[in-house]
């Protein structure tokens, strides 16, 4: 079976840093383009950042550079999301997702809180 796995949410205090991973089981991601998307409650899912696969050509989403910072660490096989200067506001679900012409995978997501 093919999974997307996230890990790495928790509670932070505003102000703080998490790191937040993302693994697949069953397939490689080299070659897909991985993306970082949050969902708050009763928002919609909103895209944070993506990188691709070849090239690894990096996008952030408005408003999302400068506090969240994607990368792939090859030698633990995962795309990262190191998100600093963490708000109230940026509590949600985090998902990741891959996708590779018309393959599209999403995680289950973590749980990021902040709040003091």
């Known amino acids: 079976q093919l999974h997307v796995v996230e890990s790495g949410g928790g509670l932070v205090q505003p102000g703080g840093s998490l790191r937040l991973s993302c693994t697949t089981s069953?397939?490689?991601?080299?070659?897909?383009?991985i993306g970082w998307f949050r969902q708050a409650p009763g928002k919609e899912r909103e895209g944070i950042a993506y990188?691709?696969?070849?090239?690894?050509?990096?996008e952030y989403a408005d408003s999302m550079e400068g506090r969240f910072t994607i990368s792939r660490d090859n030698a633990k096989r995962s795309v990262d999301l190191q998100m600093d200067s963490l708000k109230p506001e940026d509590t949600a679900v985090y998902y990741c997702?891959?996708?590779?012409?018309?393959?599209?995978?999403w995680g289950q997501g973590t749980q990021v809180t902040v709040s003091s």
């Open positions: 069953g397939f490689t991601m080299d070659y897909y383009t």
């Open positions: 997702n891959a996708r590779l012409y018309n393959y599209d995978y």
């Open positions: 990188i691709s696969g070849r090239d690894e050509r990096i």
